[in-house]
């Protein structure tokens, strides 16, 4: 890409925001593999579309989503969020530790309507080998590895086609990866609004402060999406960013 | 004692080049088992399709890429992003062990 495409690019998004509002913006989930991208889909779409719904299966072995999925339609509404809440407080049990709505009046009046769009994990190598030592079969591992590095292209692909993107990190590894810092490299050189959500909190060697520290231009949510935790300050986020 | 290469490019060399011939450059010194040091290093849009061309030929016998560098710097007026080295070699032979703004620690082992 040329410094002149580029400018041209992050002048017409400007542009674009600023004379037509989107109605819906498409929002990607972009990572490593293993960082918890398809559990985030689902928590959010567990909050505010069907709690039922799954848009993918998160396992252990790395490069599980190998096709990005697209979810249309889902309304990040505070209000509601902050109804849910209220009903959370009076649980006996509560499931997450982000406690009461934390939102002020003005802030819970905010709704975003977004397009998730859950991608594969973005890596430079992919060793069959690695598929093995989780118990798949050579055959199955290679065809796995084929469609994994199928999946990384499509996820660069979708850069083209995306309004914003939730950045995830696993907050128990170390943030300073060469593909981390394409990634922003990338999201920054186009314009393209990112929050990074440091994953995986409920970790006792979490340490989401390293990667704040790594990215100090960037604004950095500690989260747990597997259990919920902080999910409100993320969310809070996503509809001042996105909109 | 088996031997590895390296290839260390001069920022003269690289910047004569387009986008698609450092690409290309890089990936087939890569792809016959050598390390490639580029000065001045790779912008992230390079990287971004260094990245995508590795992934069409990863195969039973390539398993991608190993690549670090230093984070770009403010430039000019602190408008443009300088790029900085980039080092690049076979995943099975690099591997990167510590990595801060300023520093890149490697194993480099004979396959």
Redo the contacts between chains.
Sequence with gaps: ?T?RT?RKGIFARLFRALLFRRATAKIGIYGPPNAGKTTLANQIIHTFADENEDIGTSTEIPHETRRAVRRAGILIDLKKRTLQNLGHNSDENPTTSSGPAPFTPAEAKSKLRLDIVDTPG????????DFMAFGLEETEA?KR?KEA??G??EA?KWLEDIDGVLLLMDATE?P???TN??I???L??RGIPVIIAANKIDLAEAAPQRIADAFPQHTVVPISALKGDNMDALYREMTRRFR | MSEIKMDLISADKINAMS?MEKLRFVLDGVREGNIVILEGGL???E??QL??L???E?G?EF???????Y??KRGLFNL?KKTRLTVIGP??VMR?IK???DLISTIVSAV
Excluded at chain 1, 122 to 129: E, G, P, R, S, W
Excluded at chain 2, 63 to 69: D, K, Y
């Design positions: 890409m410094g580029r973005l890596a430079t190598k992919i060793d069959f080998h290679k590895a590095t199928e990384v292209i660069i170390n300073y990866t060469q810092i394409v922003i490299g990338n920054e050189a | 986008s912008t992230p849009e990287q971004m990245i995508e590795t992934m069409t990863i039973e398993p991608g890429i190993e690549i670090s560098g984070p770009a443009r995943a099975n990167t990595k801060d703004k």
